[in-house]
């Protein structure tokens, strides 16, 4: 079937998988050791929730209620139309922040919003001030695969810390090797 398939120029469709997504865990010893960078117990879910009438407020209550049953999410919307889910464990324990954010991305897909996943984070900041994430590792489903962000200021970047990390992590987790693909979060 699969040749007639590809004969016929149809392709299977790969389902996107959250594993690289748990293993951002072996990645907090290099960024620790290397670079003085802790998880802040923050990460969020963005996605898109046009498309549907009355799909926002369903896409909004899956993500909100999603992760631990004691805290809820929040959910915010920016200026470019999307909505994002902030998930925060506040000890900073990064295996339960990533089981939740891994639990607002499967409640989300099987709502049927797969599609309107945009892209997860976790974000880093040096020991001596959490308050202020100096990395954000991004996730991007469809790709599979991690890049970093290191915001400057208010309208920059630091491209050399974010080169620097890739080669780091490049035999930790699964990085984004097309630099053009790392936008802005």
């Given amino acids: 079937?699969?040749?007639?398939?590809?004969?016929?120029?149809?392709?299977?469709?790969?389902?996107?998988?959250l594993l690289p997504l748990l293993e951002l865990r072996s990645a907090v010893v290099t960024l620790r050791s290397g670079y003085g960078l802790a998880p802040t117990g923050a990460g969020t879910v963005c996605f898109f929730a046009e498309g549907r009438p009355?799909?926002?407020?369903?896409?909004?209550?899956?993500?909100?209620?999603?992760g631990d049953s004691a805290r809820r999410n929040v959910v915010t919307?920016?200026?470019?139309?999307?909505?994002?889910?902030?998930?925060?464990?506040?000890?900073?324990?990064?295996?339960?922040?990533l089981g939740d954010?891994?639990?607002?991305?499967e409640r989300l897909a099987q709502a049927g919003f797969a599609a309107w996943l945009l892209h997860t984070t976790v974000d880093f900041a040096e020991l001596r001030d959490m308050r202020h994430p100096r990395l954000t590792m991004v996730y991007r489903r469809e790709r599979g695969?991690?890049?970093?962000?290191?915001?400057?200021?208010?309208?920059?970047r630091d491209r050399a810390m974010e080169l620097k990390i890739r080669s780091s992590l490049t035999r930790i987790v699964a990085m984004e090797s097309d630099i053009g693909r790392w936008r802005p979060v």
Wanted: proline share 4%.
């Fill in 1 to 17: 079937m699969a040749l007639l398939g590809s004969l016929l120029g149809k392709s299977r469709s790969v389902r996107p998988s």
């Fill in 77 to 97: 919307h920016d200026a470019h139309g999307r909505t994002i889910v902030r998930c925060w464990r506040e000890n900073g324990d990064l295996g339960w922040l």
């Fill in 54 to 66: 009355g799909a926002g407020t369903e896409a909004e209550i899956i993500a909100g209620l999603a």
């Fill in 101 to 105: 954010l891994v639990d607002v991305n």
């Fill in 145 to 156: 695969s991690f890049y970093p962000y290191a915001p400057r200021g208010t309208r920059g």
